[in-house]
T-cell receptor
């Protein structure tokens, strides 16, 4: 089954404790991206990757890191989480087709205390 | 930068009735794509419908249709014969026609279908 898999789905952590949210896709997509969803703001792009070893900032990259060492994986790293990073996070992937559909993971609910 | 505005935070509709969700956007691009995504309580993001800006014909997917007004930069979604399973948050989203696959989202509209 074609899918984007995120882990963990739920996480409660404390300020400053490094964490990684993993994302893996099995559709051989070149493009992958991370979004965060906050009430009243919709989804906003954090980082994206056009291919292996190619990453770039989105609209709200502060406090996040990413890496793309393999085509299928695109982890999101919070080196020192803060309460303002409490949010719902989505990973998405897609092919290089103008206006092509992005496929989303099921979301990861992160709470930073 | 593109902005997407959904002015209706919440809407309620009776089962089998029709509801229309509004979306406006701001862009200087001439070639772009517009989307409506559905997010049910499961949180999964599901593509509902897609419109290419260079096509004048409005997109339709079963009970879902759009009214695309390019000059007015308006992209409304109509849900006909509403069903309980349509209860969800709906997001309008914009993507440029260049090699940029970023989706810019509106704030969302929560639709509740009443039995």
């Amino acid at each position: 089954e074609a899918q984007v898999t995120q882990n963990p789905r739920y996480l409660i952590t404390v300020t400053g404790k490094k964490l990684t949210v993993t994302c893996s896709q099995n559709m051989n997509h070149e493009y992958m991206s991370w979004y965060r969803q906050d009430p009243g703001l919709g989804l906003r792009q954090i980082y994206y990757s056009m291919n292996v070893e190619v990453t770039d900032k989105g609209d709200v990259p502060e406090g996040y890191k990413v890496s793309r060492k393999e085509k299928r994986n695109f982890p999101l790293i919070l080196e020192s989480p803060s309460p303002n990073q409490t949010s719902l996070y989505f990973c998405a992937s897609g092919t290089y087709r103008a206006g092509g559909e992005l496929f989303f993971g099921e979301g990861s609910r992160l709470t930073v205390l | 930068a593109q902005t997407v505005t959904q002015s209706q935070p919440e809407m309620s509709v009776q089962e089998a009735e029709t509801v229309t969700l509004s979306c406006t956007y701001d862009t200087s691009e001439n070639n772009y794509y517009l989307f409506w995504y559905k997010q049910p309580p499961s949180r999964q993001m599901i593509l509902v419908i897609r419109q290419e800006a260079y096509k004048q014909q409005n997109a339709t997917e079963n009970r879902f249709s759009v009214n695309f007004q390019k000059a007015a930069k308006s992209f409304s979604l109509k849900i006909s014969d509403s069903q309980l399973g349509d209860t969800a948050m709906y997001f309008c989203a914009f993507m440029t026609g260049t090699n940029d696959y970023k989706l810019s989202f509106g704030a969302g509209t929560t639709v509740t279908v009443r039995a």
